[in-house]
T-cell receptor, first 115, second 112 residues
Framework: NAGVTQTPKFRILKIGQSMTLQCAQD?????MYWYRQDPGMGLKLIYY???????DKGEVPNGYNVSRSTTEDFPLRLELAAPSQTSVYFC??????????????FGPGTRLTVT | GESVGLHLPTLSVQEGDNSIINCAYS??????FIWYKQESGKGPQFIID?????DKRQGQRVTVLLNKTVKHLSLQIAATQPGDSAVYFC???????????FGQGTTLQVKP
């Protein structure tokens, strides 16, 4: 299994540009998440999904959008990029059933700079 | 409000010594806790987890202790090695959604 994959690894955007961060998992996990990590800080949840067609906001959703059309893919869309969105973005997935452990598997991250 | 925080931002230990990384949480209703290790330039990697009905859980060279009375979580690493150098995060589960709340992180530096 490839686990959780993210593309691109790095990206530089100009203020006002848009882009989509791609995330895919091949573990048949039903839950997927997007986090951002600012320098020296922990992870903040942007959006999450409990299954295809279902998404919900996390702690810091403003400026982002998501969709979940398949179990495998969970892209994150940035509209009108702002310098405050400069961060490292991590996608994660987990499997939930009646007695799940809630362990989340993380991708390698996308480092985004908005100038 | 809810918070998961770590007592010390940086911990420096000698190779071969034991390391103890601490974490405080404020939500007494949290029922699941997890420790992650993040090496430079990589995503967080699962180390060990513990449910609130347990006080202690052991893995390979790692032990997690949970003290619900004082809402404190710790990660003990035995015989710390250079490869243990990383940022360590604790996280607690919020509700039944599977969402985790992460603390700020502790940087572990292992001196040769």
């Amino acid at each position: 299994n490839a686990g959780v994959t993210q593309t691109p690894k790095f990206r530089i955007l100009k203020i006002g540009q848009s882009m989509t961060l791609q995330c895919a998992q091949d573990m048949n996990h039903n839950y997927m998440y997007w986090y951002r990590q600012d320098p020296g800080m922990g992870l903040k949840l942007i959006y999450y999904s409990v299954g295809a067609g279902i998404t919900d906001k996390g702690e810091v959703p403003n400026g982002y959008n998501v969709s979940r059309s398949t179990t495998e893919d969970f892209p994150l869309r940035l509209e009108l990029a702002a310098p405050s969105q400069t961060s490292v973005y991590f996608c994660a997935s987990s499997y939930h059933s009646g007695r799940a452990n809630y362990e989340q598997y993380f991708g390698p991250g996308t480092r985004l700079t908005v100038t | 409000g809810e918070s998961v925080g770590l007592h010390l931002p940086t911990l420096s230990v000698q190779e071969g010594d034991n390391s103890i990384i601490n974490c405080a949480y404020s939500n007494s209703a949290s029922d699941y806790f997890i420790w992650y290790k993040q090496e430079s330039g990589k995503g967080p990697q699962f180390i060990i987890d513990i449910r609130s009905n347990m006080d202690k859980r052991q893995g390979q060279r790692v032990t997690v202790l949970l003290n619900k009375t004082v809402k404190h979580l710790s990660l003990q690493i035995a015989a710390t090695q250079p490869g243990d150098s990383a940022v360590y995060f604790c996280a607690e589960k919020k509700g039944n959604t599977g969402k985790l709340i992460f603390g700020q992180g502790t940087t572990l530096q292992v001196k040769p």
